[in-house]
């Protein structure tokens, strides 16, 4: 097992952090965790993090200003780079620290994630990868403010617990989390239940958009990027919307495109069932996930992306009893 504190020793000066594009809360909790608990447990470190914007609502987060969300650095190759809930490739920018580094660090789990650093911990039936950072961290030596930032990542990627990712691990971790004090029903609250009023009305757009498909077991919406600009919507707006469309009665997978400013499309697919296999449709597109729940990229219209896509979700269809 992966232990954190056996990677730091005198020689280790400069660490670095990274995720994956668009973060979430795993994604952003993760990374923030870690750095939380490096800069308590080693005040001399170095220790820099590494990726996009964040949403609104995780600006909650402890210490979350320190984000170097333009990927520069003044550090010309760091001792040790953390990679977290992400493989190389989809980090918006770190990857050249990452690839540059000393002892670089994977640390995932995704299915379709091989690993990509020197030392990977990839274990795909985690419920996200703050739970597994509960598991390379010593709990001892957290505080109140690291637990909240750990628990974050594990409510938003468990949907408040009720994803099937969701193990007896994951509870006893996340009860454990919450023997530090802080407010979880407040947190929950804040960064799962509330809606900004644009995320509102960009979910009430993608609804009336909505269409079902194949016997009504499969649902879609898109967006295109004009439509964006001229509704005021941006892309982190659209938080949520594809898990709000797959719990439809009836539908077994979801799908959402919305226009991208490099010119394609983003997809974001959503399943009920281990029948679909999400992250095999994603990974046909040069992308990838959990079985579950997966992401990819098109070339094209967001109008074109459910076209290509649906083909793919009616043959993993063709397996499961009407």
Do not use: W
């Amino acid at each position: 097992m992966l232990k954190v504190d056996e990677l730091i020793h005198d020689s280790i000066k400069t660490v670095g952090i990274s995720g994956h594009i668009l973060p979430d809360g795993d994604c952003i909790g993760s990374c923030m965790g870690l750095y939380l608990y490096l800069k308590k447990n080693y005040p001399s470190l170095r220790v820099d993090v590494f990726f996009e914007e964040e949403p609104p609502e995780l600006k909650i987060i402890k210490d979350i200003d320190v984000v170097r969300h333009d990927f520069k650095t003044d550090v010309e190759q760091y001792d040790l780079f953390f990679l977290l809930d992400v493989e190389k490739g989809r980090t918006g920018g770190a990857e050249p620290l990452f690839d540059n580094a000393k002892c670089k660090i994977n640390i995932d789990h995704h299915v379709s994630n091989p690993g990509c650093g020197d030392i990977n911990y990839i274990r795909t039936n985690a419920s996200s990868v703050c739970e597994m950072m509960c598991e390379v961290l010593d709990f001892e030596r957290m505080d109140k403010d690291i637990a909240e930032t750990l628990y974050t990542g594990i409510v938003t990627d468990t949907g408040m617990f009720h994803y099937s990712c969701t193990s007896p691990l994951t509870m006893r971790i996340a009860a454990r989390l919450m023997e530090f004090g802080f407010a979880a029903s407040d947190l929950v609250e804040h960064v799962e239940l509330e809606r900004r009023y644009a995320q509102n009305k960009a979910l009430g757009f993608l609804l009336t958009r909505s269409s079902l498909h194949l016997g009504d077991r499969v649902i879609s919406s898109y967006i295109e990027l004009s439509e964006m600009e001229e509704q005021g919507f941006g892309v982190q707006d659209l938080d949520g919307a594809v898990s709000e469309l797959n719990l439809t009665s009836g539908v077994l997978c979801s799908l959402l495109a919305h226009g991208d400013a490099s010119g394609g499309s983003k997809i974001s697919l959503r399943s009920k069932t281990d029948d679909i296999n999400v992250a095999k449709i994603a990974e046909a597109f040069s992308g990838g996930g959990h079985i579950r729940a997966s992401g990819c990229s098109f070339e094209g219209s967001a109008a074109d992306a459910v076209q290509a896509i649906l083909p793919h979700v009616e043959a993993q269809l063709a397996n499961i009893p009407v």
